[in-house]
């Protein structure tokens, strides 16, 4: 269903003018907060206080941090929000800037639940619309109340994994795969902020934590399998993507089976979901780290792509030409003669299309050094396919730009091969006059 507000707002404007607004930027809790009142004490410092009492005042401090704070209610606990900020940043300094901290155990157990009570919660339902009906300059990201405590809770997390005290003996207690499942329902948050932080967390963990590995890789794919299939909403599939993007990178050669699977099951019917724009950076980019593995899984993706491919949406086929570019770039002509066929066949589409960035962004490919020397190689093939087109879009289309490059794309083609140049060129002359 469209919404009204700026359709209602256009009709009722002025005809010489298209009115301007822009609301204020929506913030919510993502808490139900209980009505009872709280007290915090402000705690001595730590340079207030013996070295050897140290220990058991950041336990204490880490312990006073674990009370939530009403921040719906902008005027209520102004001064228990205000110690607690300031405790966390106090625990986040003493680990940041003291060795020793964490060489014990004590600590961890106490660190990763002050983590689960300010960050794990149920995340409510979505403000913004999604789809195609998500516009990012129209639909301001819903942002987090509790920010200003949320904020330092994950800089304390992340100091704590980076530590060069952190053990990964004493850890593996305590950041377990309820804690890993917990941590990827957060992704789902409106407010990019924290899935930022989200993203930095999940890759460090995954980077220390072997024994958890496969378990992550898992139960991300179980997200993208529920977005693909059954919700097509989910706001954090481009910070998922980019992790994955250094995973993939990590990938051993030969790639395993299951690797090739993630490929073929879950990142080429990515491409077919409505809010493709949110996350197609990211996703190109996993593909085409793929390939950059495995050069022989190009063909699987380019015919995946045209698949998919959009069918009345100028903007998403743009999308689909740059990552069609990217994925050629690093395509050997053995992979490239497996698809090149249908790759012409589509190119051609786009060259006749009637929207001019569609058009402009097909003939684009003729200005790649690279796609020219493939093409070159397989003339013979390539020619009678694309000729037509091209000779045809020379003749009628209204813009100059396009002529130019088209124009451009004809000069390359018949200083590669000038005979078949003149043989297409007489076939085409011969068809149009039976």
Same mark, same amino acid.
């Given at each position: 269903?469209?919404?009204?507000?700026p359709?209602?707002?256009?009709?009722?404007?002025?005809?010489?003018?298209?009115?301007v607004?822009?609301?204020p930027r929506?913030?919510k809790?993502?808490?139900?907060?209980?009505?009872?009142?709280?007290?915090?004490?402000?705690?001595?410092?730590?340079?207030?206080?013996?070295?050897?009492?140290?220990?058991?005042?950041?336990?204490?401090?880490i312990?006073?941090?674990?009370?939530?704070?009403?921040?719906?209610?902008?005027?209520?606990?102004?001064?228990?929000?205000?110690?607690?900020?300031?405790?966390?940043?106090?625990?986040l300094?003493?680990?940041?800037?003291?060795?020793?901290?964490?060489?014990?155990?004590?600590?961890?157990?106490?660190?990763?639940?002050?983590?689960?009570?300010?960050?794990?919660?149920?995340?409510?339902?979505?403000?913004?619309?999604?789809?195609?009906?998500?516009?990012?300059?129209?639909?301001?990201?819903?942002?987090?109340?509790?920010?200003?405590?949320?904020?330092?809770?994950?800089?304390?997390?992340?100091?704590?994994?980076?530590?060069?005290?952190?053990?990964?003996?004493?850890?593996?207690?305590? +950041?377990d795969q309820? !804690?890993? @499942?917990? &941590?990827? /329902?957060?992704?789902d948050?409106?407010?990019p %902020?924290?899935?930022?932080? =989200?993203?930095?967390?999940?890759?460090?963990?995954?980077?220390?934590?072997l024994?958890?590995?496969?378990?992550?890789?898992?139960?991300?794919?179980?997200?993208?399998?529920?977005?693909?299939?059954?919700?097509?909403?989910?706001?954090?599939?481009?910070?998922?993507l980019?992790?994955l993007?250094? +995973?993939?990178?990590? !990938?051993? @050669?030969? &790639?395993? /089976?299951?690797?090739?699977?993630?490929?073929? %099951?879950?990142?080429?019917? =990515?491409?077919?979901?409505?809010s493709?724009?949110?996350?197609?950076?990211?996703?190109?980019y996993?593909?085409?780290?793929?390939?950059?593995?495995?050069?022989?899984?190009?063909?699987?993706?380019?015919?995946g792509?045209?698949?998919?491919?959009?069918?009345?949406?100028?903007?998403?086929?743009?999308?689909?030409?740059?990552?069609?570019?990217?994925?050629?770039?690093?395509?050997?002509?053995?992979?490239?003669?497996?698809?090149?066929?249908?790759?012409?066949?589509?190119?051609?589409?786009?060259?006749?299309?009637i929207?001019?960035q569609?058009?402009?962004?097909?003939?684009?490919?003729?200005?790649?050094?690279?796609?020219?020397?493939?093409?070159?190689?397989?003339?013979?093939?390539?020619?009678?396919?694309?000729?037509?087109?091209?000779?045809?879009?020379?003749?009628?289309?209204?813009?100059?730009?396009?002529?130019?490059?088209?124009?451009?794309?004809?000069?390359?083609?018949?200083?590669i091969?000038?005979?078949?140049?003149?043989?297409?060129?007489?076939?085409?002359?011969?068809?149009?006059?039976?």
């Amino acid at each position: 269903m469209p919404r009204a507000g700026p359709i209602n707002r256009l009709k009722n404007a002025p005809r010489d003018q298209i009115p301007v607004s822009k609301s204020p930027r929506r913030q919510k809790s993502s808490r139900f907060y209980a009505k009872e009142k709280i007290q915090l004490e402000r705690t001595p410092g730590f340079h207030e206080i013996p070295p050897h009492l140290r220990g058991d005042l950041f336990l204490q401090k880490i312990r006073q941090c674990m009370v939530i704070c009403d921040f719906s209610d902008p005027s209520s606990e102004l001064n228990e929000k205000e110690i607690k900020r300031q405790t966390l940043q106090e625990i986040l300094e003493y680990v940041g800037n003291n060795l020793g901290v964490l060489t014990s155990e004590a600590p961890y157990p106490e660190i990763v639940k002050l983590f689960a009570i300010n960050l794990f919660r149920t995340i409510p339902p979505q403000v913004n619309p999604t789809g195609d009906a998500y516009d990012p300059e129209e639909d301001e990201p819903v942002l987090e109340l509790a920010w200003p405590h949320l904020q330092i809770v994950y800089e304390f997390f992340l100091r704590f994994l980076e530590s060069p005290d952190f053990n990964i003996n004493f850890a593996k207690r305590y +950041i377990d795969q309820k !804690f890993i @499942l917990q &941590l990827l /329902e957060l992704f789902d948050s409106e407010d990019p %902020r924290e899935r930022d932080f =989200l993203k930095t967390t999940l890759h460090r963990i995954y980077g220390k934590f072997l024994n958890l590995r496969a378990f992550i890789r898992r139960s991300i794919n179980n997200i993208f399998f529920q977005f693909i299939y059954e919700t097509e909403r989910h706001n954090g599939i481009a910070e998922l993507l980019e992790i994955l993007g250094s +995973i993939i990178n990590g !990938f051993a @050669l030969p &790639l395993k /089976e299951e690797h090739k699977q993630f490929l073929r %099951r879950v990142l080429i019917p =990515l491409h077919k979901v409505k809010s493709l724009a949110v996350y197609h950076p990211q996703l190109a980019y996993c593909v085409v780290q793929f390939l950059e593995k495995s050069n022989s899984l190009a063909q699987e993706v380019v015919n995946g792509l045209l698949r998919y491919w959009p069918k009345v949406n100028s903007p998403k086929e743009v999308m689909f030409l740059n990552e069609l570019e990217e994925v050629i770039d690093v395509t050997e002509n053995s992979d490239f003669q497996q698809f090149m066929v249908p790759l012409f066949t589509k190119l051609g589409q786009c060259v006749s299309s009637i929207h001019f960035q569609v058009a402009e962004r097909a003939l684009y490919f003729w200005n790649n050094e690279y796609f020219v020397n493939l093409m070159a190689e397989n003339m013979n093939v390539l020619m009678p396919i694309i000729f037509p087109t091209l000779y045809k879009t020379s003749k009628t289309h209204w813009n100059k730009t396009i002529l130019g490059l088209v124009y451009n794309a004809l000069k390359l083609c018949m200083d590669i091969s000038p005979e078949l140049f003149d043989e297409c060129a007489n076939q085409y002359k011969q068809q149009r006059q039976m």
